[in-house]
């Protein structure tokens, strides 16, 4: 049976990623970037499709873990009748080649421990050749390879590596794990001490950065490192998450693969930055959006690979049975190829705030806004996916056509506020005819509501963000009905879902109830704090940070009948939304400062 994902931890070197269970397993590693076949696939499948355990041989009694504070280094004591053993991991922000270091530290007694390690590439599918040269143990397959240094004696087991060894009090005994290519000599690797010292350092320094105010600082840092972590470095691109195939419905099909950069999804997580002091991640992200969605507009993607790929095809892995016998498991994503209108809006708000926040401009920026405005004037009026990828057929989605008015709106600004040239009077008529447009058709009054499509009479939680962005005050009418509707129909033990079709089956035609979207969640906190319900908005974000596991973390939704989370995991976007609700409950600005004033 598959463990919760409650029980898992991040380590990263914001070019990579894996998940440490709490019983000191490794079961999901993508080496040397987010996007690459996993080396330990355990989490989709079982040990045999690739994992690395370092567990006590008798029964664990009790376990405690931690991250050391304001970083990424994470500690799992174990408790045994015969002792304690700690096991610190992390992945050093890496020079050349990816590390993976894992020290077991003896605390008291006498603890007999157990390693086993299972390579398997291309997602549990290639058994390695295993040979051991100059006391290291290497493990090849085509263009990859992977190498263990260690002290301790090793040896082979049906078609794994195993160790025993015992540790004593203030015993430390060290792993290193370095993925290179298998053509080029891997080099020595960092003392594993001083690189648990130097990355803990590194976190440091980053955290000291920070600027958030209010009373949840401390929920609001692990999840700003939660956020660091999921950026890839080398091109300042933000995935959405480290994982794949982890289900929205427990043993139901929607599993997507979520390693990759969301236009919408990199949006939020900018404000999250910029309002937390880290302008330079929002300038990376600016400058990999520039090279993302170079070249005609028409053409923009909605989703793009980490160094601005944009062929994200969708297959998948026969071989795995998935995460809780949940398939199938999909490596890439047919969304890349959607048209979602909301995107445009997403862009043109993220670049309006960075010019306001005082990012160094780029001349190409407006160039390029110039020439999605001028496909958009056109472009709003046709139906799309939406928001939420429904692979259906395409509709009036009114949070589209809302973040279309978003594009135009700023458009306006910009020339308005911030001196920039273009035909505003064209762009005000364009705003102001889609604000008509959505009031008319996106707006049921027998329902006293917003809609999720044109003519329809489903209510969707992405109508909370139109008081947001500036669309509606929070104090019309509408958005009162608003906000009521989704508080009638939408709330799934005191959380906010997605949406909710009158036949119980989902948008995109597949059954199953889904648990709620906790991002959702915080967009009802933000409704709520515009609307001036303070006490309701802490209530409910208070809820939020109550689903964090023991170590600060959230997936991607949480099924409050089975009381566990759900989805992709560690998810950014219930981490950026987290942020940003705390910044809205501690007074600091309008939800997301996304007004556009």
Request: negative net charge.
């Amino acid at each position: 049976m598959s463990r919760d994902l409650e029980d898992y931890a991040l380590i990263g070197d914001t070019q990579s990623a894996a998940l440490v269970g709490r019983d000191g397993s490794i079961d999901w590693l993508c080496l040397p970037r987010f996007d690459s076949a996993a080396c330990f696939a355990a989490l989709l499948g079982g040990p045999e499709h690739g994992r690395w355990l370092l567990a006590p041989t008798t029964e664990v009694i009790r376990t405690v873990r931690r991250y050391r504070p304001d970083s990424l280094v994470l500690e799992t004591e174990l408790h045994t009748r015969d002792g304690v053993v700690r096991i610190v991991d992390c992945m050093p922000v890496r020079a050349a080649y990816p590390d993976l270091v894992r020290v077991v530290e003896g605390i008291s007694g006498r603890v007999a421990m157990r390693m086993e390690l299972v390579v398997r590439f291309d997602y549990g599918q290639i058994v390695p050749w295993v040979r051991t040269t100059d006391g290291r143990l290497q493990a090849v397959a085509g263009a990859e390879a992977l190498v263990l240094t260690t002290a301790i004696e090793l040896r082979g087991d049906h078609a794994k590596t195993v160790g025993e060894f015992t540790v004593a009090s203030h015993d430390r005994v060290p792993f290193t794990l370095r993925w290179h290519p298998s053509y080029e000599t891997p080099g020595e690797p960092a003392d594993p001490l001083s690189a648990i010292e130097a990355t803990e350092v590194w976190w440091r320094t980053w955290v000291a950065r920070c600027n958030a105010p209010g009373l949840d600082r401390a929920a609001v840092v692990r999840s700003l490192i939660t956020l660091k972590a999921l950026c890839f470095a080398p091109t300042g691109g933000i995935i959405a998450a480290p994982t794949t195939s982890l289900p929205e419905i427990l043993g139901g099909q929607r599993n997507w693969d979520y390693r990759y950069c969301w236009l919408r999804d990199t949006t939020f997580t900018l404000y999250a930055f910029t309002h937390c002091g880290y302008q330079r991640e929002a300038a990376a992200w600016r400058d990999w959006l520039h090279r993302a969605v170079a070249g005609d507009p028409a053409k923009l993607r909605v989703v793009y690979g980490v160094a601005g790929e944009r062929r994200l095809d969708d297959h998948v892995i026969e071989e795995l049975p998935g995460y809780a016998g949940s398939s199938p498991v999909r490596i890439g994503n047919a969304a890349s190829g959607q048209l979602q209108l909301d995107v445009y809006g997403e862009v043109a708000d993220a670049l309006h705030q960075a010019r306001r926040i005082g990012l160094a401009p780029n001349p190409a920026t407006w160039e390029f806004e110039r020439l999605m405005f001028e496909w958009l004037e056109a472009g709003w009026a046709k139906p799309d996916q939406g928001l939420w990828e429904i692979r259906s057929a395409a509709r009036h989605y009114t949070h589209s056509k809302v973040m279309a008015w978003v594009a135009f709106d700023r458009a306006v600004k910009g020339v308005e506020q911030q001196q920039l040239d273009g035909p505003v009077e064209r762009w005000r008529a364009v705003r102001d005819e889609i604000h008509r447009d959505v009031c008319t058709r996106g707006y049921d009054a027998e329902l006293a509501s917003f809609t999720q499509s044109y003519g329809s009479q489903v209510i969707d939680a992405s109508l909370l963000l139109i008081p947001a962005v500036g669309f509606l005050p929070a104090s019309d009418p509408r958005i009162q009905g608003t906000i009521s509707a989704v508080e009638r129909g939408l709330l799934r033990g005191g959380l906010v879902a997605r949406y909710v079709t009158h036949d119980g089956d989902n948008a995109d035609g597949q059954p199953g109830r889904e648990g709620a979207f906790l991002a959702c969640s915080c967009w009802l906190v933000d409704a709520y704090v515009l609307a001036g319900r303070h006490d309701d908005a802490r209530a409910l974000f208070d809820r939020v940070l109550a689903l964090r596991n023991d170590v600060g973390l959230l997936s991607e939704e949480y099924d409050p009948d089975a009381e566990r989370l759900v989805g992709n995991f560690p998810q950014a976007f219930s981490h950026v939304a987290l942020v940003n609700s705390a910044r809205n409950l501690a007074g600091a600005g309008p939800a997301h400062h996304r007004t556009g004033t």
